[in-house]
């Protein structure tokens, strides 16, 4: 299937960033390229109709999965070629180096599937247990997050920065999955914040980071998600100032579950949420 590209719009591409001698440059560049191949084919797919099926977990998957998958894999693939690959929809490649890229082609698919713009194309790069490089693309709404380690985070040409706010009662709380929420978090702590918080929202897991990163949203819970749901968001995290913490007190990605906050809340939602303080990883 021939998919037509299109001109990227990000301003890693216009070397605006000096990806010459930024660390991690040739990485953010190919990650990118990566990335817009990705919505390209996604949006051909979301403007038809899309063949839908069922994972053993029962989650959905169609054919504009797996081909993202394959196309930012490939890509990767040829760029460097000796590190680790991990995608949800089964690319698996083991590592060479100290590194590993982990890809999830469309996380949101049951919105890609009901045609709700909320999804996304993500990618992240791991070194020596450390997220360093994260890319959440949004080709619905022409919305392009990354962040890379040291460089702070950017939304399309624009740096963004977590919000200031520090008061439950003036946060916006969005929260992925409100069953998986309540199992994971407990009933008690979910109904503190929700009775608490200035409003409660939810888009979708991917979208959601960007907002927190942006400071449009103040505090993110999931309780259930896999490595790639997680990784773009933890170095988003640390470049936007905003706190990335897992329910045991860690930054870790692999525990199957997430708070992303404004940093003038972390104390306040440890305290309601019993997480404790952070612990070596």
């Given at each position: 299937m021939n998919i037509p590209s299109r001109p990227g719009r990000s301003r890693a591409d216009r070397g605006t960033q000096g990806l010459e001698t930024m660390r991690y440059g040739k990485e953010l560049e190919i990650a990118l390229r990566a990335a817009r191949r990705?919505?390209?084919?996604?949006?051909?797919?979301?403007?038809?109709?899309?063949?839908?099926?069922?994972?053993?977990?029962?989650?959905?998957?169609?054919?504009?999965?797996?081909?993202?998958?394959?196309?930012?894999?490939?890509?990767?693939?040829?760029?460097?070629?000796?590190?680790?690959?991990?995608?949800?929809?089964?690319?698996?490649?083991?590592?060479?180096?100290?590194?590993?890229?982990?890809?999830?082609?469309?996380?949101?698919?049951?919105?890609?599937?009901?045609?709700?713009?909320?999804?996304?194309?993500?990618?992240?790069?791991?070194?020596?247990?450390?997220?360093?490089?994260?890319?959440?693309?949004?080709?619905?709404?022409?919305?392009?997050?990354?962040?890379?380690?040291?460089?702070?985070?950017?939304?399309?040409?624009?740096?963004?920065?977590?919000?200031?706010?520090?008061?439950?009662?003036?946060?916006?709380?969005?929260?992925?999955?409100?069953?998986?929420?309540?199992?994971?978090?407990?009933?008690?702590?979910?109904?503190?914040?929700?009775?608490?918080a200035w409003t409660v929202r939810a888009y979708s897991g991917c979208y959601d980071i960007t907002m927190i990163v942006q400071g449009k949203s103040d505090a993110w819970l999931s309780g259930n998600g896999m490595e790639w749901d997680y990784a773009p968001a933890a170095v988003m995290a640390r470049e936007s100032g905003a706190a990335f913490m897992a329910k045991d007190g860690t930054a870790r990605i692999d525990r199957g579950n997430a708070l992303l906050c404004a940093p003038g809340l972390e104390a306040e939602l440890r305290r309601v949420l019993g997480i404790p303080r952070r612990v070596p990883e």
């Open positions: 990705a919505g390209e084919i996604a949006l051909y797919h979301h403007a038809r109709e899309t063949e839908t099926e069922e994972k053993a977990d029962l989650s959905p998957v169609t054919v504009a999965d797996r081909e993202c998958e394959r196309a930012i894999c490939s890509i990767l693939e040829d760029a460097f070629p000796l590190d680790g690959i991990l995608g949800e929809e089964g690319a698996f490649r083991p590592r060479r180096s100290a590194r590993r890229w982990i890809v999830d082609p469309i996380d949101g698919t049951r919105d890609f599937i009901r045609r709700v713009p909320f999804w996304a194309n993500q990618i992240a790069l791991e070194e020596d247990g450390e997220i360093v490089l994260g890319i959440i693309n949004v080709p619905a709404r022409a919305e392009l997050s990354h962040a890379v380690a040291g460089s702070g985070c950017y939304l399309n040409d624009t740096r963004v920065t977590a919000s200031s706010v520090d008061r439950l009662d003036r946060a916006v709380l969005l929260v992925s999955g409100f069953r998986d929420a309540w199992d994971c978090w407990g009933a008690d702590s979910i109904r503190a914040l929700t009775r608490g």
